[in-house]
C-alpha cells in the first residue's frame, strides 16, 4: 500500500487470514483448505481486504500465544510487508493469547468468533437482530476484559457500596458490561413473550409452520423467494438474513402453509450468538415441519450437514426429529449433466428433494 493509498479515506482495512491446522487431531470435519477458504470469505463479508491467507500446521498448541515463535516471527513480517492491520486466526484464540499476538504483531487480532460476532453486527437490520448481537458482544466482551487492563493497578475509588475505595477498572467494566446484560435480557424477555403469543395464535390457524434451516449461504431465502414471491434479501453472501421472515404460501397441491426462514448456521457458531439469538431460532423448534436447505455443489456439504444439525441438536430439536428433517438438495444447477442426474435419483432414494431455488428446477 503506497502513502497515498493509506490516506484513502475509501482505502479498505488490509488483513491476513490464518487458519490454524492441529495435525494431531483427527475429529476435524473439514479439509483445512476448505475451511480457511470459509474463513477468507467470512473475513471479506465485513469489507476487509484479505492480502494474504494460509494455512498454519500446528504439531502442539502453545498457552500463551497459540503459535510458536517461528511461525508469529513470519506472521510478523508477513503484517509489516503488506501494512496489514489486522490478523484474523480462524479458531479459538484466548483473551492472553489476543493480547500477545496483537503485541508481537502490531496488528489487531479477531478470533473466529470475534469475526462472526462482527459480521452479525453489520447485518443486524432491525432492533431485535441488533439487540440479540448485542447481547452476545457483551458475554464475549466480558470474558476478554484482561486484555484492556493488563495492570490491575489502575483503580477508582468512589463513594458508596457500588463504586467503593480500590474497585479496580476490570471490576467497574464488568459490573458495567452485566448491567446492559441484564436491561438487554430484560428486553429481549418481551420479546420471546411476543413471539409466543404469535405462535400460539397460529397454532390456531389450520396452516402448519415449516421452517428452512440451512448452512450459511445454502440459498435458503432464495427457495422462500421462489416459494413465497417474496423479496427477502437474497444474495451470494454469508448471513445475509440475520431476522427470521414468515409468509403464508398456497402449496401446489393447493394447502397453505406458513413459511419460516430463519438465520443461517456455521461451523463453530459461536456459543453466545446461539444463546442471544434463542428467541429468534425457537421458530425453528415450534416448526411442524424442519427443511433443511443443502448447498449440494459445495464440496464441504457433508460437513456442513453435520454442523447444522449439531446445531439444531443444542437448540433442543429432539433425535426422533431430527431424522424426519426434510432436505431440500440445493443449488443442482451448478452440478454438471451427470451430477445433478445422480443426485435426483440420490434424493429420491433418500426421501429428499433435488432442487435449484435460483432456476425453479424441481
Known amino acids: 500500500m503506497t502513502a497515498t493509498s493509506r490516506a484513502d479515506p475509501r482505502a479498505r482495512t488490509r488483513a491476513l487470514v490464518v487458519h490454524p491446522h492441529f495435525k494431531a ?16 470469505g467470512l473475513t471479506a463479508a465485513i469489507d476487509l481486504d484479505v492480502v ?17 515463535a517461528g511461525k508469529i516471527d513470519a506472521i510478523k513480517a508477513q503484517v509489516e510487508a503488506a501494512e496489514a492491520e489486522v490478523v484474523v486466526v480462524d479458531g479459538a484464540v484466548s483473551p492472553i493469547q489476543q493480547r500477545n499476538l496483537e503485541k508481537a504483531w502490531g496488528a489487531k487480532v479477531l478470533d473466529r468468533t470475534g469475526l462472526i460476532l462482527e459480521i452479525f453486527g453489520a447485518r ?11 447481547l452476545a458482544h457483551l458475554t464475549y466482551q466480558k ?36 448491567d446492559k446484560i441484564v436491561r438487554i435480557k430484560k428486553h429481549l424477555q418481551g420479546v420471546v413473550q411476543t413471539r409466543a403469543l404469535h405462535r400460539k395464535a397460529r ?53 397453505k402453509v406458513v413459511l419460516s426462514d430463519t438465520v443461517g448456521f456455521i461451523s463453530d457458531l459461536p456459543t453466545q450468538l446461539v444463546a442471544a439469538f434463542r428467541a429468534t431460532l425457537e421458530e425453528v423448534l415450534e ?7 443443502r448447498d449440494m455443489a459445495h464440496p464441504e456439504t457433508e ?41 435426483r435419483m440420490e434424493a429420491q432414494r433418500a426421501g429428499a428433494v433435488a432442487v435449484s431455488a435460483l432456476t425453479g428446477e424441481g
Open 25 to 40: 487431531d483427527r475429529t476435524a470435519r473439514r479439509d483445512p483448505q476448505s475451511a480457511l477458504e470459509e474463513c477468507v
Open 287 to 293: 416448526a411442524d415441519v424442519i427443511v433443511h436447505v
Open 124 to 134: 443486524a437490520s432491525t432492533r431485535e437482530g441488533a439487540l440479540q448481537v448485542e
Open 52 to 68: 494474504s491467507a494460509e494455512v498454519a500446521p500446528l504439531a502442539s498448541v502453545k498457552a500463551g500465544t497459540l503459535f510458536g
Open 303 to 343: 460437513a456442513q450437514k453435520a454442523d447444522v444439525l449439531d446445531v439444531l441438536g443444542d437448540l433442543g430439536v429432539t433425535p426422533e426429529r431430527l431424522t424426519a428433517v426434510l432436505e431440500a438438495r440445493n443449488k443442482i444447477d451448478l452440478l454438471g449433466d451427470d451430477a445433478r442426474q445422480a443426485q
Open 203 to 255: 397454532k390456531k390457524a389450520p396452516y402448519p409452520v415449516v421452517a428452512l434451516v440451512g448452512y450459511t449461504n445454502a440459498g435458503k431465502s432464495t427457495l422462500f423467494n421462489r416459494i413465497t414471491d417474496a423479496d427477502v434479501l437474497a444474495k451470494d453472501m454469508l448471513f445475509a438474513t440475520l431476522d427470521p421472515t414468515m409468509r403464508a404460501v398456497k402449496l401446489p397441491g393447493g394447502r
Open 143 to 178: 470474558s476478554r476484559l484482561v486484555r484492556s487492563w493488563t495492570h490491575l493497578e489502575r483503580q477508582r475509588g468512589g463513594a458508596g457500596f457500588m463504586g467503593g475505595p480500590g474497585e479496580t477498572q476490570i471490576e467497574a467494566d464488568r459490573r458495567a458490561i452485566d
